[in-house]
C-alpha cells in the first residue's frame, strides 16, 4: 500500500513538473523539436534534436506518457506501436537549463480492424419497412474509433435466401442504416462488412398477427371438439407455436366456459360442454375469430 | 412517575382483558384450551364441535374414531378428503375456526351447516360442509360427508410439451454483442375506480410477442401539480406469466388515495423474458354469477392435461354492459387439478358491483411441483 502510494505521489510530482515547465518555456515552443503535426496511431517515428548534452523526452497524453532518454546529436526514435492511443499529444525535451516543447494529434489508423455492431431489435414481426436498424462503429487495431469517412455495407439475407445491402459512409466513425424485415418468417442473417473485416447478429423475423382465424366444432356426446384450421398471419407464415387462442362459450350473452390453449403444429384443440343454443367465439389477443352456435355452425 | 403510570395502565388492562378472555372465550380458544370439557357427544351440537376440534388439531385418530359412518370408508380417505390426496393449498393449511349453524333437528338425528375456514400460505379459504348427526345409544355422532377425491384410471394421455428456453448474453460478450429482446407488452385497458374512500386502478395487459413474459405493473397516482401521491404494483391481482397473445387483467389497490385527489394515473408495465411451458391447460366451465347474498362467480376448473396441477391461481375479470372493466377478483383451488377431473372454485366480488356486472372472464395460472411453471 505504501509503496502504491509513493509511486503515484512521484508519478504526480513528474506529472507537475512536466506541466510546470511546459508553462514556463511556452516561449520556446517547437523551436528545437520537430514533430509532425499529425501522427497515425501505431506508426514508427523519428524526432532530431538539436541538444547539447544529455535530455530527456516526455510525450504525455491523457491515455499514455513515454520516457525517452537522449543522447547528444541523436535523433529520437518513437518504435511502431508505441505510440498507440488516438488524442492530442504534448511533447517535452528536457535538457540542462532548456526545454523544448512540441504539441501533436495521433489518428486512428486507417486500416480498420474491427468493428462493433449494433443491430436492434433481436426479434420483429415480419413485412416492418425499415424495422432493422444496424449501426456499425468502425476501429483501429489499437481500439481507436476510425473517423475517416469508412465505407460500410450492411447485408440482411433473410431464411428465404433473399438478401438486401446497403452501403454508407461512416461520419465521425460510426456508420448505419436501415432495413426492412421480409415477409417471410425465419431467422435472418445481418452482416456489416468494413474492408475485411465483418460481423453478424441474428434478427428474428417472426409472424405477424393471426389472419383470418378460423375453428370448426364436431359434437361428441356431451361435448364440443373445436379445433382451429392452422393459424397464419396475413403473409401466410405459420403464428408461432405456443401463441394463446382462446375460447369462449355463452350462452345468453354471458360467459359460461373459457380456456386458453396454445397453439401446437399450428392448431388449437380443445373441448367444451355441449350445450344447445350457446355461442362458441374463438380469439387471440386482440384479434377475434369466428362463431360456432351450438347444433348450427355459421 | 410517566414510567409507573404506564406500567400500572398496561397490568390492569392485561388483568382485564385475560379476565374478558376467561369468561367470555370465543370458539377458537374454547378449542385450544380444553376442548374436551366443553364439548362432548351428549348433544348434538356438541359431537360436531368435538370432531371439528379435533380436525383442527389434526388429530385424524380421535376425529375418525368419533364417527358414524367410519365403516364407509378407510381412514386414509378420511384425511385425504380433508388435506388432499396430492400436494395443494390444503396440504399445508390449518383449521383456524370453525362455526355451525343448526339446520333442523329432532330426537335421535340433527343437522348442521359447517363452515370450516382454513388459513394457507395465500390467504383464508372456506369449506362448507352440512353435517348429519345422529343418536347412537346415548352419544351423539357425526355422519361424516365423505368427498372422495375421484382417482384416474392408469392410461397414457399423449402431450406434445411445448416449452421455451431462454439463451441471455453472456458477461464476456462485447457491448456491441445484442442480448435478447424483451417481450413487448401493451396494456389494452385501464379504469379506475373510487372505492372505500381509496383508488384502485383496474385493467389489462397483453403479451403482443411471440415469447412467454414475466409480466408485472406498477402505477402512479399524480396530483394536479405533478407530483406523485403514491405508487403501487399489481403484487398477486395478475397473472404474472403471459404467453404470447395471452391476456391477464391486474388490480392495484390504493388504499390511502382518494380518486378525487387523482388528476392523472402513470401505468408502467415491464416485461422480461423467461423460460416457460405452454402447459398445461385448464378449461373453465360451467360458470355463473351467484346473487346476494353471497356474491360470486363459481365454476369448474378442469385440466385438460396429463399432469396434477398443485397450485392453481384463478384471476376473473367483470366486465359492465358497456365492456368496461369494473372489477378484478382473484383466488385459489384448495385442491389440487387432477387430469379431466373438474374441481370448484368461487370467486367474490362486492355486492353492490350485482347489477353493474353484465360479463366476465377467468383465467388461471398454475404451478405443478417437479415443474417451472
Known sequence: MKHRITLALAGLMLMGMIMASAVQLAAADGEGLRIPKVVEAGSALSIPTSAAGKAVLYIVSPAQVLRRNVEPGEAIVIEPGALHNAGHYLALLISQGATDKAEFNVVAARQPASVNFLA??????????????????????????????????????????????????????????????????????????????????????????????????????????????????????????????????????????????????????????????????????????????????? | MR????????????????AAGTLWPIQTAIAMASPRSTSNSSSPQGAAQALLQEVRRRNWNAAYAALANKSEFPETDFI????????????????????????????????????????????????????????????????????????????VIPVNYLRW?????????????????????????????????????????????????????????LAKDGSAIATEDSFENISHVLLPKQVTPFRIDFQKARLSQVDNVRIEPSSTLVAASADPVIGIESQKLNPLPTTSLSGQLVNQSGQVVNITHILGTFYDNRGQIIWVSDGYADRALLPQTPVAFSLPYPADLADKIN?????????SVGRFQ
Request: net charge neutral; charged share 20%; hydrophobic share 40%.
Open chain 1, 120 to 298: 436492434k431489435p433481436s426479434r420483429l414481426p415480419v413485412s416492418r419497412p425499415d424495422g432493422i436498424s444496424g449501426v456499425a462503429y468502425v476501429f483501429d487495431v489499437f481500439r481507436n474509433l476510425v473517423l475517416e469517412p469508412t465505407p460500410v455495407s450492411f447485408q440482411l439475407s433473410d431464411s428465404a435466401g433473399v438478401t438486401q445491402t446497403r452501403s454508407v459512409a461512416t461520419h465521425n466513425g460510426v456508420g448505419w442504416s436501415k432495413m426492412n424485415s421480409a415477409p417471410k418468417a425465419g431467422a435472418a442473417q445481418f452482416q456489416v462488412s468494413v474492408g475485411s473485416v465483418a460481423e453478424k447478429r441474428v434478427v428474428q423475423q417472426v409472424p405477424g398477427d393471426p389472419c383470418n382465424l378460423k375453428m370448426s366444432g364436431q359434437r361428441s356426446g356431451q361435448r364440443m371438439i373445436l379445433e382451429t384450421a392452422p393459424v397464419r398471419d396475413c403473409s401466410g407464415n405459420a403464428v408461432s407455436d405456443g401463441t394463446i387462442i382462446t375460447f369462449t362459450q355463452t350462452y345468453n350473452g354471458r360467459s359460461e366456459a373459457t380456456v386458453d390453449v396454445p397453439l401446437k403444429r399450428d392448431v388449437a384443440r380443445t373441448e367444451m360442454p355441449a350445450r344447445d343454443g350457446a355461442v362458441i367465439s374463438v380469439a387471440t389477443g386482440v384479434v377475434l375469430g369466428n362463431e360456432i352456435r351450438v347444433g348450427a355452425q355459421r
Open chain 2, 3 to 18: 414510567g409507573w403510570l404506564l406500567a400500572l395502565t398496561i397490568v390492569v388492562v392485561t388483568a382485564v382483558l385475560i
Open chain 2, 80 to 155: 385425504r378428503d380433508l388435506t388432499g390426496s396430492y400436494t395443494s393449498l390444503r396440504s399445508y393449511a390449518s383449521l383456524e375456526g370453525f362455526d355451525l349453524s343448526p339446520l333442523r333437528s329432532s330426537a335421535d338425528e340433527a343437522k348442521f351447516r359447517a363452515n370450516l375456514n382454513w388459513s394457507s400460505v395465500v390467504g383464508t379459504f372456506q369449506d362448507v360442509r352440512e353435517l348429519r348427526v345422529v343418536k347412537e345409544g346415548d352419544r351423539w355422532q357425526v355422519v361424516w360427508p365423505i368427498n372422495r377425491e375421484p382417482k384416474i384410471p392408469p392410461q
Open chain 2, 165 to 221: 428456453d431462454v439463451i441471455y448474453r453472456g458477461a464476456e460478450d462485447d457491448w456491441g454483442a445484442q442480448d435478447v429482446e424483451s417481450p413487448h407488452v401493451r396494456i389494452v385497458a385501464m379504469h379506475p375506480v373510487d372505492r372505500g374512500g381509496g383508488t384502485i386502478i383496474l385493467g389489462e395487459l397483453l403479451n403482443e410477442d411471440v415469447v412467454p413474459a414475466f409480466v408485472t405493473v406498477k402505477a402512479t397516482l
Open chain 2, 359 to 367: 360479463n366476465y372472464r377467468v383465467v388461471t395460472s398454475t404451478f
